[in-house]
Structures are given as structure tokens and as C-alpha cells.
């Protein structure tokens, strides 16, 4: 009798495989690819077309002395750090004040997510009416008879990142919080009720309990937030398009336009590489505590 | 009866909606008790002991456990510790963390929690598992470490809410001995949720069987397997269930029962009130009915064809066609019957239970 041979472990789910090529392929050249010959180019001095004229690290130096790009980076780690923070926390309280068992539960979730459904131009061009001291929330107040309230965060270059904030947080927050409301449904019922035994108050039942519980669920909303943080640029250019000044740039924009309106591709490049380095630095350790520090706990 | 009941209910009413779940629902539980709370899925039992917890308001009457009015106390001022079907530990916790973290919230000394979790690792058998997270524990030691929590809240009352449904069946076995022994060593009130009749007549002091929100019979394990309050109860306690025969009491004379053009005499059978004749329902147990030699000497007999065998090691289950009706019959393990084979059967009166037709109550 003669043994089964074992078969060949390429040929093994060859449909699937198969299938996988095309994605596989794009993945290798879209993203892998491009930003191999992105972070190239951005040594050369490379202007409306791309050249390969090395030049260093002069294209950095140039971004680095840039107001504009300063300014940039200042204003996306203001508004990183806050629309980070703020949607995760309203997300949260949002999903927990829903879960209560309410009345009409899907009414409110389906309104409070609706500004997901518009895109971040229309978005910002509401909140750019909303914001406007001509007929906005300023407007309004004022023909209440409060005549000296002034509220015009679009038109003050020091608080001009938070009037973009304010239109990032009611676009974004509904998305974190039906995750989180997911996630909350997801815990047992009777986690609940062994906390309401034991004696446990409400709120220290979801510090102590949920929240670690709901720890996955946080890490999606985390990766999503940040992702829409990094590349936030529409919601900018619709809403004050940069300014007054350049109070407004955030550094998508600042790329975008060396690219196209000042035919700066080497300079463009060099801003875009410094993004992804950014991007980096923040998910090298975290990626190495979350997935190293799982290998060694098992 | 109050002064030594520690759980008592009285006119128990909870509705949900439209829909009444519980229905003027009295119970009386003595101190020391172990009282299992017995019937199919949907019968109302858990919500029954979620009202006791407190975790469900209940819409009318009230709930006392220590002579004292809980009916609308918060759980945790109850004095009651809880134990769950899905073991609810807190995962990010150690079980050192999961057996104190209600203690410290209830603001208790350092080292009367660290007292109290001694003890309740030494009652359990788990004092080397106390640094772990419930993650690597397996499924007994994790409904142990849920025991623990409700010990350390040195309550009076225990309830259980199927706490082995979760567990495989040796598991079960070895952790319903564990139950049992911890009874006995605390002499602790518990109250047991449970479909699984076995749990249910190993553990209770008293069984109570509940269908569609009321309680069909409450008694000891031994009276409800011997004398079942109506033909549900009867159905439902016993593996292989109970055999039915629909037919008639006859009293001219002594009492008999007639079906199926048979009569069974019926004197032994002890009777709830007078015989009174009329159509009812006849139910032996398939441990009841015997074979051979025992069945010459019994007080009724007949012939029958064995149809199916179903050999079980200890035992054996026989299907058979008797009056009419397929019945079981369970005879010892090491007998051979063969499809086909004519068996003499028989059984006592005395064994018998009689359920009248239209109320299925005992008669």
C-alpha cells in the first residue's frame, strides 16, 4: 500500500490564493511602492516634475524653516490631541447615556450619527455659516439682546484650530459612539448584576470593569480617530481654507499645496515623508506593546 | 414560621408589560435551607431569584429575608451573595481582585478583607490560584472563584443561578459535590436555580418545580419522585420520564382502573382524598415496572414484545407497545433482551400515580 503523498502546500486553497494576487499586488505597489519612490523623491530637487537630483536633506532643512509648516504641525497636535481625547470621552458618555434602556433608543443613535453620513466639505461649510458673527451663533445671541457677546472662533487666529475642532468633533463623534455602544452590548448582563451585589456603584462598575473589558473596542476607535486626524485636510480647506493668515494650515494642506500650487514636488514629498515619520513614531510602540507584550504573556 | 424562615415571599406579582411572569407567588424558605428553584426554560424561575437578588422590581407584593422588608433594598443591602451562570468575574482582575474589590468599595478594614479572602480560598481549595486572572483559569475553578465572591460577603443567603450549566458533565458532578459539602459546613440558606433535575434532587433539602410563573409542587426530592402533584411534575422528574396510560377509575367495589380493555386493581394505591370514580390519567415510572421472577408476584401482569433496547451500562431502557400506548421500561444492565422477545411485565399499586383527567392533579 503505498502512502499518501502530502500535497503541495502552494497549490493548497489555490482559488483563494489566486483571488488574494490583484490585492496583494496593489497593496505591494500602491502603498509599499509609492512611498518608497515618495520618501526617493524627496531627496531630489524635484519641482513641477519628478527628477532625480540628489540634494541631500536640503528639502528638509527648507520645511523645518518654514512658518507655515511650523504652524502646521502646531495646529495638528493641538487638534490631534484634543479631537482625540473629546471624542473618545463624549463617544463614551454619548454610548453609555444610550444604553440605559432608554425610550426612542434608535431615534437618537440614527440622529447622532447623521453628520457621519456628510462629508467633511459640507460639514465644514455648515459649521464655517454656524461660526460666521454675521448670521451665525454670534447673530443670534446677539438679537436676543446680549449685544456685546462675541463669538467668532473662525476669525481669531489664536482660537481658529477650535473652530475647526468643534466641526471635526460633531462630524466624527456619532461614529465613536455607536463603536462604543456595540462594545458596551457586548458585555455580559450579568457582570452587571454581580457589581450590583457586590455593592459596586454605577460609575465605578464601568471605570474599573467596563472600560478594561471594552479595551479592543477602544483600540479601533483610537486607530480611527487617528487615522482622520493625520490626513485632515478637506474639513480645513472648506471651513477657513487656512486661514485668517495661516492660522488654520494643517500639514495635508500644506503638502497638497506645495504639490500643486507652488510645483514643489521635492518639498511636497519631504512634508509627506515627515507625516509618515510622525505616524510612525507614534505606532512603532505602541504596535510593539500591544502585539510584543501579547507574545510574551502567552 | 416567620421567626425561623429567612427567606419568606409573599404574593409575589411581576409583570413585564402585558405579560405576568410571576403570579401571587408565596414561599416560605427556613434558615439553613437548601431550596432549589426547579422547572423548564421560561418557567420564571431565575426571575424569580433576580427578584429576591433585587435585581428586578418587582410589581406587587414582598420580599423579606431575615424577618427584615427588602422588597425594595438595593441588592447589595440584602445580604446576599450571588452566583451567575456565566461566572460574571471581573476578567481584568485578578481573583484576589475579584474576591475583595466589593469589600473595599464597602470601605472594610485591610485585614478583615484579607481574613475574609483567606478563608474563602481555604473553603474553596484556591489559595494557590489567587494571583491569577480569571483568563487561565479553567471553567470549575472559575465558577469556585465565583463561590468565593459571594462567601467573602459573609452573607446568610446564597442563591445560585444555574451556576454548572456552563461546565461539562463531569465537571458538574464534581462541582455539585462541592456545593453540597459547603452546605453542609455553613449551613448557609440557599436558593439554586436549575432545569437539570438531577442537581436539582442531589442538592435541595426541598424542591420547588415551577411552570408558567407558579410553583406546581413544593416537597422534599423523595415526595416529589414518589408523589407527584399532577401530571406535569410527574413528567417532568424522572429519566426516562414517567409512562402514561388515559383511562378510567372505576369504585363499584374495590377501586380499579380501567384501559384499554385491561383492569388494574388499585388496592395499595393510597389515594389523596376518597377514590371517586371518573376518567383520569394512570403514570408509572419505567423503574417501577418489572421483569421476570418480580413481575409474577406483582399486583398486575401482562405480556408485551420488546420493540427497541437501548443498553446504557448501568441499566437498560426497553420500548415497548402496553395497552395501547409505547412505554419505557428501564431494567438492570446485565439482563439480555432482544428486539422481538416476549417480556412478562408487572408492577404494584402502590407504585402508581393517578392524575385526574381535565386538572392533571393528583387524585
Known amino acids: ?298 | 414560621m416567620t421567626s425561623t424562615s429567612s427567606v419568606s415571599i409573599k404574593h409575589l406579582d411581576l409583570s413585564f408589560g402585558a405579560v405576568e411572569v410571576l403570579k401571587d407567588l408565596n414561599l416560605e424558605i427556613a434558615n439553613g435551607e437548601f431550596l432549589v428553584l426547579l422547572g423548564a426554560s421560561g418557567c420564571g424561575k431565575s426571575t424569580l431569584l433576580n427578584c429576591i437578588a433585587g435585581l428586578l422590581d418587582v410589581t406587587g407584593g414582598q420580599i423579606h429575608i431575615k424577618g427584615e422588608n427588602v422588597t425594595w433594598a438595593e441588592p447589595s443591602e440584602r445580604g446576599i451573595g450571588m452566583v451567575f451562570q456565566s461566572y460574571a468575574l471581573y476578567p481584568q482582575m485578578s481573583v484576589e481582585g475579584n474576591l475583595s474589590f466589593g469589600l473595599k468599595n464597602a470601605k472594610l478594614p485591610k485585614d478583615e478583607i484579607k481574613k475574609r479572602v483567606q478563608r474563602a480560598a481555604e473553603v474553596l481549595q484556591m489559595e494557590d490560584l489567587l494571583k491569577r486572572k480569571p483568563a487561565a483559569l479553567s471553567g470549575g475553578q472559575r465558577q469556585r472563584v465565583a463561590i468565593g465572591r459571594a462567601l467573602v460577603r459573609d452573607v446568610d443567603v446564597f442563591l445560585f443561578d444555574e451556576p454548572l450549566s456552563n461546565l461539562d458533565a463531569k465537571l458538574r458532578a464534581d462541582l455539585r459535590v462541592e456545593i453540597k459539602r459547603l452546605h453542609q459546613q455553613l449551613h448557609n440558606t440557599m436558593i439554586y436555580v436549575t432545569h437539570d433535575q438531577v442537581e436539582a434532587m442531589t442538592l435541595a433539602d426541598r424542591i420547588a418545580i415551577m411552570k408558567d410563573g407558579l410553583i406546581q409542587q413544593l416537597a422534599s426530592p423523595s415526595e416529589i419522585y414518589n408523589k407527584p402533584a399532577n401530571k406535569y411534575v410527574a413528567d417532568f422528574i424522572g429519566s426516562p420520564s414517567m409512562n402514561f396510560f388515559l383511562g378510567a377509575v372505576n369504585t363499584d367495589g374495590a377501586p380499579t382502573f380501567e384501559t384499554a380493555g385491561q383492569t388494574i386493581p388499585l388496592t395499595g394505591y393510597e389515594f389523596v382524598s376518597s377514590p371517586a370514580a371518573g376518567n383520569a390519567w394512570m403514570g408509572i415510572r419505567p423503574e417501577h415496572i418489572v421483569v421476570g421472577e418480580a413481575a409474577e408476584a406483582s399486583d398486575f401482569k401482562i405480556d408485551t414484545s420488546v420493540e427497541i433496547v437501548e443498553p446504557m451500562g448501568s441499566d437498560t431502557v426497553v420500548w415497548c407497545e402496553v395497552m395501547g400506548e409505547r412505554i419505557r421500561i428501564r431494567i438492570d444492565g446485565q439482563s439480555s433482551v432482544e428486539p422481538g422477545d416476549t417480556l412478562r411485565i408487572g408492577f404494584d399499586a402502590a407504585r402508581l400515580s393517578l392524575f385526574e383527567k381535565t386538572t392533571e392533579s393528583r387524585i
Open chain 1, 1 to 298: 500500500m503505498a502512502d499518501a503523498k502530502r500535497p503541495n502546500q502552494l497549490l493548497r486553497n489555490l482559488n483563494a490564493k489566486v483571488a488574494a494576487i490583484p490585492m496583494v499586488a496593489t497593496a505591494l505597489v500602491v502603498f509599499v511602492g509609492c512611498t518608497i519612490w515618495t520618501i526617493v523623491h524627496s531627496f531630489t530637487k524635484s519641482k513641477l516634475l519628478p527628477k532625480t537630483d540628489f540634494v541631500g536633506l536640503d528639502q528638509y532643512e527648507r520645511l523645518w524653516k518654514t512658518n507655515k509648516w511650523l504652524i502646521s504641525i502646531e495646529n495638528l497636535a493641538i487638534y490631534g490631541i484634543c479631537s482625540l481625547v473629546l471624542s473618545i470621552c463624549i463617544g463614551f458618555f454619548l454610548a453609555t447615556l444610550l444604553d440605559q434602556k432608554i425610550r426612542f433608543e434608535n431615534t437618537i443613535r440614527t440622529i447622532i450619527l447623521y453628520p457621519f453620513a456628510l462629508s467633511f466639505v459640507v460639514t465644514g461649510l455648515t459649521w464655517q455659516w454656524i461660526l460666521n458673527p454675521d448670521f451665525g451663533v454670534q447673530k443670534i445671541v446677539r438679537s436676543l439682546g446680549w449685544e456685546s457677546f462675541a463669538f467668532d472662533p473662525l476669525y481669531n487666529q489664536d482660537i481658529v484650530i477650535y473652530g475647526i475642532l468643534i466641526a471635526a468633533i460633531w462630524q466624527g463623534s456619532g461614529l465613536i459612539m455607536v463603536i462604543m455602544l456595540a462594545g458596551l452590548r457586548g458585555i455580559d448582563q450579568e457582570i452587571w448584576k454581580a457589581a450590583r451585589v457586590d455593592g459596586i456603584p454605577k460609575w465605578k462598575t464601568y471605570i474599573f470593569i467596563v472600560i478594561p473589558m471594552m479595551r479592543p473596542v477602544f483600540v479601533t476607535a483610537l486607530v480611527l480617530i487617528t487615522a482622520g486626524i493625520v490626513k485632515v485636510y478637506d474639513l480645513v480647506v472648506a471651513q477657513t481654507n487656512g486661514g485668517p493668515g495661516i492660522a488654520s494650515e494643517v500639514p495635508a494642506k500644506y503638502v497638497i499645496e506645495s504639490m500643486f500650487k507652488n510645483q514643489n514636488l521635492g518639498q511636497a514629498f519631504a512634508a509627506s515623508t515627515m507625516m509618515l515619520v510622525t505616524v510612525l513614531i507614534i505606532l512603532v510602540p505602541y504596535a510593539y506593546l500591544e502585539y510584543g507584550g501579547k507574545r510574551r504573556a502567552k
